[in-house]
């Protein structure tokens, strides 16, 4: 496997008057043409700074991050990004299918591949139980249906490289083990890069080939744990197999272990709110 | 038009002129004129563009836009002296010379106790323009009556609302003209002085002017226009009546009151006199630093 | 530096422009722009500017502050309910089509011929954009916001202002209109029924074809426009940097 | 509802405050309007004025959009324009009159007069709504490399339109009252020209009638203008939450 | 324990010119006074909309809503939310202090007791691990950091009842943990009413008293499940105990069992994107 994503020395400080946050320094990274990576990290710690820099949306303080082998300045053909703030990535004016074709109809194809795409856009919504919702509008939805429309307007996109932030955040755990199998089929069909963030750790181990755990206080990757279960995964099988709780607790251990002690909520509530 | 002479001969051999004023009295001599075909006798065919203002017709004219418009004559002093290429050609309105029943005058409040024009000594009095003959007649009315005119305080209010300015005593006094002067009276303000006959018994209120360059290119036509505007008012004179019919026609005056204003005055000449007093006393009042040559302005 | 640059690059440009082309201009209407300039400095630069722009400016700085509290109050009570909204919808929009002309005999008749009517004239054309844009603006107010607000029993007041400061970049659109208007309405409203002011002025020199000094005065507006932007977007600046953040203008992005 | 209270609370205080011959009451005024209504004259002056309206919108709208979008998404040119916009903003268009009447016949200024100072409206107006342009609204739509034109059209534009709506109810008021000013002050024929010369008649119970009828078509026009809002901007928070009161 | 909430016969249907939703029918609650339920449900059932509803800012269309004996008409005292989209309830304008102290400023208290209130404002920002970020701004903040100013801000305001909507959406395990043992000790600590939407099963049994499932379709209280678990819980024990599991199991299969099949995502993503 070449090497699609290249994250070289990433660093980004946010500057303004109020406050001038130093986020992650030197993250370096590399990411597989085909590869499922997942992403964890506490709260705060840069994992959707990152998403963004690789995304070519933000440009980075220093470092760089190469696409293809070309640096990236603004975002790369064949991306798809699923927002963690979900409902103001839709469009308020538009409905759930116009959301989700929207993307498509500017791909510059022609039209019995448009209208192929077209299909599948709906398909997706279908298959993320929207089907119904079609002619709605996103502030007609519920937060997790919103989530499920930018999922589905990703998926639709027949992304190279997907981006996820957080995307399962919103649904039930029917829903979203659903959602992950989805995404887990298409990444096989496709052979599409998926980048995914979570909280989830199951679910990081679950779905990924690798996790990739960013530390807190100022941030580089702190831990990268190949995920070796077999590819053929299943919801309850593959959770309740021996290795998958091995794997579970080293993601849970780098997790908590960060390098300038526990983030934040370090002390009880007992003895601040007295 | 006004490049060569003849001007603009028509098919029917007339030569056409564009006049620019706004719908008002002064315009009844000329309709009544050109329905009578007394234009056609001079060779001329009017047209008559309503569609302008004392903010557009100068610049119109110089422009060649129309060929003749009207303007009060102290206007026509200061654009001349600041040397704009203006004559006027043959008066558009006149004092009737009748003190007492001229179309203009200052009034006041019937029950104010001011009695005199020299009693506004130190008051307030609206004009309709600062920078027109309304004021050099508010102020000669004062000055007729032995005040001094630079101690009246001038202030712009448009005739139309004049007489409402006085009867709430916005204002002490207000120099209006017809058909404000009647609504005035209506309204029980008295009049007090009568500037325009104070200023020159024959005094030229408005003109109908030209460009300059356009007499001396279109001398002929100029002529052939003063001559018919003249017997228009020669025929006017004769036709009160009718001219009193006319004016419903083209203004917003109802018949009733067209029936009882006072007429402007009709006459022939520009008046120089009247001229010479104006131009002094826009130079007094600093809207000119130098009087302009009259020869220049009047056209003999 | 280079906002300086920016600032003046074009104004320069223009003003070259205008003084070649200008330049052996005989047409008394449009005058060279040496002859203008050395008309501003006799006109403005000797006494005239205290006795003319001063009050001026106290009418428009009056007019315009009267507009302004009295759009947003007008324009929040309309924005934030139903029936007030109903009820003055139709009567508004007939009073927005009244220009100035229309109302001076009204005004003359119940407000006189002092600074009164001025201040009113300058009020009334200049309140419409800023009653809209508040009304639009309290209007689209965010549901969360409401509702959060409502659910903390927050008082009646202090909804109030939260729904205004979320209208804020709506209402200094508003504002920001205003501004330029009343500039206009103050100009206009000199030159009826007034004995002094730059708007007066100005149009002494146009009725008596003093057409260099009219265009001073022209430019003297203009330069009266520009300083007052200037000093309506540092206030916008600092009152609405949330926004841009909020927006994500304040964060570099690619 | 509205209209009826201003009505009576006007026929009382211009019984109570005014005299007739200054402020006479509306009912001097509704039968004199209705007498009007009736006249071919007030058709044609208003045919007139409604084309200055019209023409004059039409230009302001297009070239307000085109010159607020122009400024608002290239920033070198909105920094190198706005001091000369600034200065020409404040610029009152009468004031030029005498200027432009060597180029123009007056129909053309009323035209000018209208489609400038709503120009400036609609422009200023795209130039704040597109500051309201939402962060990730535009990102995702960069990220799914929609082009500028895209992006213009599927995400900035439908931002900009809630500020466009409360440009168009400001501006067909505008219009109107600039046509009514061109008549005022030019005595371009139209409405304002009849309103002029009936107070240059004396006539003001006549001019209050045109003063009645003209807001009466400045009604119109907002209704029309709110109907235009409403269809665009459905999708709107403000016409959601109409739609439930 | 008395009875402090009465939900009874509340139906909900939203109307609109494309669509109407029929979301509830006749549901039927009652939550007593110091009690901690959790509320459950497949994305979409309506769980927000019951919870606006009982917070008396959403009229249900059908039944009625008691908050202490008296029917909800506008949002009763003593309430605190955490909404879920929490990034619009926060004000951009306000710092993230000032967003948390600004409903503790208007309770018309005592100069002292709200120097105390404010106090603990500040305390419960330090809770959520924010201590430091008190003066940004919540768009300088990341998605998991503003829900928790969302939190501190219904926790400051001591609120007699709390309705939190997924507040924990969007934070780390870690993160999730602390602020889970942060809302029991002041449940405890306060004698609280709680209602809490979450989608974490887990997370509803570890922190409730009772579990409520709403289920999907046009839908009522399907299940209504109480937890038995010892008062004093702790985060690694109690979940890994076997009546824990139990309970666990219990609610998912509810929640997998709806009226009218399965709400979403029922057929498998392969047999759609073909
Ligand atoms: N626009 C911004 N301006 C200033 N600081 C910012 C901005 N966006 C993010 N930050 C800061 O950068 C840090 C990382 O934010 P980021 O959103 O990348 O975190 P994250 O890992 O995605 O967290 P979460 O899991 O909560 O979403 C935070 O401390 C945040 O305060
Ligand atoms: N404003 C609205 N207009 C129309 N329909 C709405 C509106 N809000 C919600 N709905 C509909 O009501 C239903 C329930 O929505 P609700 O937000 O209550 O669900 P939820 O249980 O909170 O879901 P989630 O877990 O995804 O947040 C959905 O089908 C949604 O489409
Ligand atoms: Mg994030
Ligand atoms: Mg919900």
Redesign the pocket.
């Given at each position: 496997m070449t090497s699609l994503l290249e994250i070289a020395g990433v660093g980004k400080t946010?500057r303004?008057r109020e406050r001038t946050?130093e986020?992650l320094t030197a993250v370096d990274l590399s990411v597989s043409e085909g590869e499922f990576v997942a992403l964890v990290?506490p709260?705060?710690?840069?994992?959707?700074?990152?998403l963004k820099i690789v995304a070519g949306l933000l440009p980075a303080t220093t470092g760089q991050v190469r696409f293809d082998g070309r640096p990236v300045t603004e975002p790369p053909a064949g991306l798809g990004v699923v927002f963690?703030e979900y409902g103001r990535s839709l469009y308020a004016w538009k409905t759930v299918r116009q959301n989700v074709e929207l993307p498509l109809r500017h791909l510059g194809l022609s039209r019995a591949r448009r209208r192929e795409l077209v299909a599948d856009a709906l398909d997706a919504l279908d298959a993320v139980g929207l089907g119904a919702a079609g002619d709605a509008y996103p502030w007609q939805l519920s937060g997790g249906m919103q989530q499920r429309v930018a999922i589905a307007r990703a998926v639709a996109y027949r992304p190279r490289l997907l981006l996820m932030d957080?995307p399962f955040s919103a649904v039930d755990a029917q829903t979203r083990a659903d959602l992950e199998d989805l995404v887990a089929a298409l990444w096989k069909r496709y052979g599409m890069t998926i980048v995914l963030?979570t909280?989830d750790i199951d679910e990081a181990v679950y779905l990924s080939q690798r996790v990739v755990v960013l530390g807190t206080g100022v941030s580089g990757v702190q831990a990268d744990i190949p995920v070796d279960l077999p590819a053929d995964r299943e919801q309850i099988g593959t959770r309740s197999s021996a290795p998958f709780g091995e794997l579970r607790t080293r993601v849970w251990t780098q997790v908590r272990r960060t390098p300038d002690g526990e983030p934040h909520a370090r002390r009880t509530p007992e003895s601040e709110m007295a | 038009g006004g490049d060569d002479e003849p001007a603009a001969a028509s098919a029917d051999g007339l030569t056409t002129v564009r006049l620019a004023s706004s719908p008002l009295g002064h315009l009844a001599p000329i309709y009544l004129a050109q329905e009578r075909g007394i234009f056609a006798k001079h060779g001329l065919k009017v047209e008559v563009d309503t569609e302008t203002s004392d903010l557009t017709s100068v610049p119109a004219v110089l422009a060649g836009k129309v060929d003749f418009a009207t303007g009060d004559l102290t206007t026509l002093i200061v654009a001349r002296s600041k040397g704009l290429d203006v004559k006027a050609v043959v008066p558009a309105s006149a004092s009737t010379g009748k003190e007492g029943a001229d179309y203009g005058a200052l009034v006041v409040k019937g029950d104010s106790g001011i009695t005199s024009a020299k009693q506004l000594e130190g008051k307030t009095i609206s004009v309709n323009i600062l920078t027109n003959i309304a004021a050099a007649a508010a102020r000669e009315a004062v000055r007729a009556d032995g005040g001094d005119p630079t101690k009246v305080k001038l202030v712009e209010i448009p005739f139309p609302q004049a007489p409402a300015a006085v009867s709430t005593g916005r204002v002490d006094g207000a120099w209006v003209v017809e058909p404000f002067l009647s609504a005035a009276k209506a309204q029980g303000a008295v009049p007090v002085g009568w500037g325009f006959t104070d200023l020159a018994p024959d005094l030229t209120v408005s003109a109908w002017y030209a460009a300059g360059s356009y007499t001396s290119k279109n001398a002929k036509t100029v002529t052939a226009f003063r001559d018919a505007v003249r017997e228009a008012y020669a025929y006017a004179r004769e036709h009160e009546d009718e001219v009193r019919a006319k004016i419903p026609t083209f203004t917003e005056i109802k018949p009733e009151v067209a029936a009882k204003i006072t007429l402007t005055g009709l006459r022939d000449e520009v008046s120089r006199q009247a001229a010479e007093k104006l131009a002094g006393y826009a130079q007094r009042d600093g809207l000119i630093t130098s009087t302009p040559d009259l020869d220049e302005l009047i056209l003999k | 530096m280079r906002a300086l640059g920016y600032a003046l690059g074009l104004p320069a440009v223009l003003v070259a422009a205008w003084w070649v082309a200008s330049d052996g201009s005989t047409n008394v209407f449009l005058p060279p722009l040496r002859t203008i300039v050395e008309a501003f400095r006799d006109v403005w630069f000797s006494g005239t500017f205290v006795s003319d722009v001063v009050p001026s400016l106290w009418r428009l700085a009056a007019g315009y502050a009267v507009a302004l509290a009295a759009g947003v109050t007008l324009g929040f009570v309309i924005g934030r309910w139903a029936v007030p909204r109903a009820l003055t919808g139709p009567l508004l929009a007939y009073f927005r089509v009244l220009p100035a002309p229309v109302l001076i005999p009204v005004l003359l008749v119940a407000v006189g011929i002092g600074d009164a009517t001025k201040l009113v004239v300058i009020t009334v054309g200049a309140v419409w954009p800023i009653l809209l844009n508040t009304a639009d603006g309290v209007r689209a107010a965010d549901e969360v916001g409401l509702e959060t607000a409502a659910a903390y029993r927050l008082p009646r007041r202090t909804r109030h202002l939260l729904v205004l400061r979320g209208a804020s970049p709506q209402i200094f659109a508003g504002a920001r209109q205003a501004l330029g208007l009343s500039i206009i309405l103050m100009v206009v409203s000199e030159m009826l029924m007034s004995t002094d002011g730059l708007g007066f002025t100005v149009v002494q020199f146009q009725r008596s074809f003093a057409i260099p000094q009219m265009w001073s005065g022209v430019l003297l507006i203009g330069l009266l426009g520009f300083g007052l932007a200037k000093l309506f977007e540092l206030v916008e600046r600092r009152a609405l940097r949330w926004h841009r953040g909020h927006t994500g203008q304040l964060?570099e992005r690619r | 509802m509205g209209l009826a209270g201003a009505a009576t609370a006007y026929e009382i205080l211009a019984r109570l405050f005014f005299e007739p011959a200054h402020v006479p009451p509306l009912s001097a005024v509704v039968p004199e309007a209705l007498r009007l209504l009736t006249g071919e004259r007030f058709w044609t002056a208003t045919g007139r004025t409604l084309s200055a309206v019209a023409v004059g919108l039409v230009i302001a709208v297009v070239a307000g959009i085109l010159a607020g979008f122009a400024l608002g998404s290239v920033p070198q040119v909105r920094r190198a324009t706005s001091s000369t916009l600034d200065f020409l903003r404040p610029v009152p268009s009468i004031v030029l009159i005498p200027v432009l009447v060597l180029v123009l016949d007056v129909r053309q200024i009323t035209v000018l007069l209208v489609a400038v100072s709503c120009f400036w409206i609609v422009v200023f107006q795209v130039l704040y709504g597109l500051r309201d342009v939402d962060r990730v609204a535009v990102d995702t739509a960069r990220a799914f490399r929609l082009g500028r034109l895209a992006r213009t059209v599927h995400v900035t534009w439908p931002t900009v339109l809630p500020y466009l709506g409360t440009a168009l109810r400001l501006i067909v008021s505008v219009a109107l009252a600039l046509a009514l000013t061109g008549g005022l002050v030019m005595g371009a024929a139209g409405l304002g020209e009849m309103i002029w010369s009936s107070q240059e008649s004396g006539e003001s119970t006549g001019m209050y009638a045109l003063v009645l009828l003209t807001g009466g078509l400045g009604i119109g026009l907002d209704q029309l203008a709110r109907l235009a809002e409403r269809r665009l901007l459905h999708w709107h928070v403000a016409t959601r939450r109409e739609a439930v009161a």
């Open positions: 946010y303004a946050v986020v990290g709260s705060g710690c840069g994992k959707t700074t990152l963690q957080e963030v909280h | - | 964060t | -």
